[in-house]
């Protein structure tokens, strides 16, 4: 399976300043196949090649970062077309998809640049790559990771890396092919509860606390209403970097939460039982100053992480139909809109259980996870003659 490890590059002023200018030219470069490629009706990369290759080498691009820069182009509006077709851009004729569709793709001046072997070489003992920039191949830039990280890309690294520059500092993204570990027959089944005031619960007891993830989101909603009154540009760009900060945020809440759900069920054997998220957003009704902390991308990419982290850990997971698993008591079954006191307090009216509401769900999660799972593998066995 594939694994994507981010590394930080910590240039010197003269490497920094060399990568800058290259990510600056490879860019413009792009923008402007883009443009070629618009205006042609987006050819196939062999036909954008030859109306582009010749200016790209005489703006200072070696051969690699010619081709990159022309697959890179085509790519992206190979996504675009797919995202459109996906419905991503809304119906047709809406502004947002006439926005994308009638004119060339654009590049940020420091958007990800692909690179291949050719053009980049890791030297993991010494903590470095070799890297190809319009001002020749600059040596010895130290990069930094975890141990983890370094042994997977030492190990398992393949392919392209992406160099990128984000708020101030240069990455390298690299793809790395890592066999999945073998799944293993579950004892059990932990249930995962996606929630607001507990961003995850589980029935084994662990509570991610939305707390502190909810008052930063507060806070930079806060931030934001202050910014976007005023309008200037520097406003903006602050705007566009708190936005960028804020999701790196979450995402490195929800790695901290996948990693300690998919660490426990490996340990104890169990699978991971995860609603289906398709729908969360109509299923839960908020009030309005809930409904800010409540992202659904934010949802769906934890149980992304959860169900990559346990295919590496060889961990089963299933998704079980989210019906009900908030209204019924996993004490004895019984459903019941009424059960649901509140946002925390489960009370069953059948049994008189008590429980957090959150709680009482991921048990149901649970048992719901184990009944997919033994259906699944009754039909797995091939029947005995
Ligand atoms: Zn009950």
Redesign the pocket.
């Known amino acids: 399976m594939k694994v994507v490890v981010q590394v930080k590059l910590m240039p010197d002023a003269g490497q920094a300043l060399a990568l800058e200018r290259t990510l600056h030219v490879v860019n413009e470069a792009a923008n402007w196949v883009s443009a070629v490629a618009f205006e042609r009706g987006v050819p196939h990369v062999y036909e954008l090649r030859k109306h582009t290759y010749a200016e790209l080498k005489s703006r200072g691009l070696g051969a690699q970062a010619a081709q990159h820069v022309i697959k890179k182009v085509r790519d992206a509006y190979t996504t675009l077309k797919a995202n459109i077709r996906a419905g991503n851009l809304g119906k047709p004729g809406s502004r947002r998809r006439l926005k994308a569709e009638t004119k060339p793709i654009v590049f940020r001046a420091e958007a990800a640049q692909p690179y291949d072997d050719r053009c980049l070489s890791w030297q993991y003992d010494a903590g470095t790559v070799s890297v190809w920039t319009v001002q020749g191949r600059v040596k010895n830039v130290r990069f930094a990771c975890s141990a983890g990280a370094l042994k997977t890309l030492q190990e398992h690294r393949q392919g392209e890396s992406d160099l990128v520059r984000r708020d101030g500092v240069f990455y390298l993204i690299a793809t790395c092919e890592v066999p999945e570990a073998e799944r293993y027959e579950p004892g059990r089944f932990i249930g995962v509860d996606l929630g607001i005031a507990a961003i995850a619960t589980t029935s084994t007891g662990y509570k991610a606390a939305g707390r502190g993830l909810n008052r930063h989101r507060k806070r930079q909603l806060e931030l934001r209403r202050k910014l976007q009154k005023k309008r200037t540009k520097s406003a903006k760009r602050l705007l566009k970097k708190r936005r960028r900060s804020e999701k790196r945020h979450t995402a490195n809440q929800n790695h901290i939460i996948a990693k300690t759900i998919v660490t426990e069920a490996q340990r104890t054997s169990s699978g991971i039982a995860l609603e289906d998220l398709k729908g969360i957003r109509q299923r839960v009704r908020l009030r309005k100053p809930q409904r800010v902390t409540l992202h659904s991308w934010a949802f769906a990419q934890l149980a992304d992480f959860i169900a990559y982290k346990a295919k590496r850990a060889g961990v089963p997971v299933v998704f079980v139909d989210p019906a009900y698993t908030s209204q019924q008591?996993c004490?004895?079954g019984?459903i019941d809109n009424n059960n649901r006191v509140s946002q925390s307090v489960f009370c069953?009216r059948?049994?008189g259980?008590v429980a957090h509401a959150d709680r009482n769900a991921s048990h149901n999660i649970a048992r719901k996870g184990e009944a997919v799972w033994t259906a699944g593998s009754e039909s797995r066995v091939p029947a005995t003659p």
Do not use: A, I, R, T
């Open positions: 008591c004490e004895c019984h069953c059948n049994c259980v």
